[in-house]
């Protein structure tokens, strides 16, 4: 692979996003068709997949002290100004916006639903309607992907720019082949990596509103040594995971279509670092093979998954990170992805919401364990354990035929319990 073009790709994957992606591209299609109609609709009407909704109906909507996909869209409705802001548009969230998105819910006008004969597993169709006037905005394939828009029947150009283009998001790559173009991108260039993290660190700083992540932290405290690595990992990752999923507006980094990809991949290795005290040259470098893997083994899942991502793609990036940090070798990196895809590759994704910080927070800091494992005490999972296979390739194939296949179930299934979840906590 060309250096040259992985810094391409890498920058095309990091994208600045508010609250949980999935509701907030809900906002942006609304605010999309909002924008095309070119008045405030009176009417709303979007249909999302079933694994947009899973992650879009539990979920806190930033500065709105709400949850779930109809105040996702009741909002669009009052972003339309902001459309060409893409994911970045909850950073302008403001109690006034807030406020008239609360009317536009109690006047229900506001109505949200899926489908499960939607063309891709990331579609979001948004609808809008004031009198006779109609516009339509299609999300397709990426959280930022604008596909279609429509006025009154007619197409609209596109003129919205996505995150990467179509043909890099489709394209899988080997990691050994990226991780050697990696080694010829000098350090100046990545040292956007290390600010993306610090972004995403700043997620977790204010620990007062945070339940879990104040647990964590005091947990940590005292802490020294390899201990100190892990617990720093968990404790960053752990509580800018909560407070994106709590509804908090705190803006951060994604990797890969996922905010809290972006989390565990870069403040797993930030606080591994920490803890080893690395030098800002091995953080910027650990921090790349973190990206690198990440982004390779995602692609391999696809940006929709059944597979919780964070605890598969995240968490191999920092097991693969932290080897960087400890200068162990590409054999040892190896090894410490095995470990991570070899235990947590059956961890489902139940949606977005406070449980995934639990998640993310948990495989982090055995990342970082299974990397001080690998390296310092030649400790790995033995080749041809059940998803292990006997190289990194054959497991990468093997994770991505479990999603395919041995997951197909899943998603209808835990669909049903949220629907069940959502009835019972009706009042």
Known sequence: MDSERLLRIIRGELVETTGCTDPGAIVL???????????????????????????AVSVG????????????????????????????????????????????????????????????????????????????????????????L????????????????????????????????????PL??????????????????DLKDLRFGGALARMTAGLAGRHACAALGKLYTGAAVEARMCGLVRPITAIAGSGNIGIIALLGVLGAGEGLEASREELIRALAVSTVVTITVKRILTRMTNVCGCTVAGASGVAAGTVSLLGGSRA???????????????????????????????????????????????????????????????????????????????????LEIIRTNQKERRP
């Open 29 to 55: 299609a609304v605010a999309v068709a909002a924008q095309a109609l070119g008045r405030t609709p009176g009417d709303v009407e979007v249909v999302l997949s079933p694994e947009v909704y899973k992650n």
């Open 332 to 414: 040892r990196m190896d090894e410490a992805i095995q470990a991570v895809l070899g235990a947590f590759s059956g961890v489902v994704c139940d949606g977005a919401k406070e449980s995934c910080a639990y998640k993310a927070s948990a495989t982090a800091g055995s990342a970082i364990e299974y990397a001080f494992f690998a390296v310092g005490d030649g400790v790995a999972i033995p080749q041809g354990m059940g998803v292990v296979g006997s190289t990194l390739a054959q497991t990468l194939a093997n994770l991505g035929k479990l999603n395919e296949q041995g997951m197909r179930e899943v998603g209808s299934c835990i």
């Open 150 to 185: 429509e006025r009154n029947g007619r197409e609209l150009p596109l003129t919205r720019v996505v995150s990467a283009a179509p043909e890099t998001l489709a394209e899988t790559f080997d990691i050994e082949e990226a991780l050697d173009a990696l080694e010829c991108i």
């Open 188 to 205: 100046d260039e990545l040292e956007f990596l290390l600010r993306a993290a610090e972004m995403n660190k700043a997620a977790a700083s």
């Open 61 to 148: 909507i930033p500065g709105t002290g709400r949850r779930g996909a109809e105040q996702a869209a009741a909002l669009g409705v009052e972003m339309a100004e902001y459309a060409d802001d893409g994911l970045a548009i909850m950073n302008r969230v403001t109690p006034e916006k807030v406020a008239a998105s609360l009317t536009h819910l109690e006047q229900g006008g506001v109505r949200v639903g899926y489908a499960g004969d939607c063309p891709d597993k990331l579609y979001i169709q948004a609808r809008v309607r004031a009198g006779a006037e109609e516009a339509l905005a299609v999300i397709q394939g990426d959280y930022d992907a604008v596909s279609r």
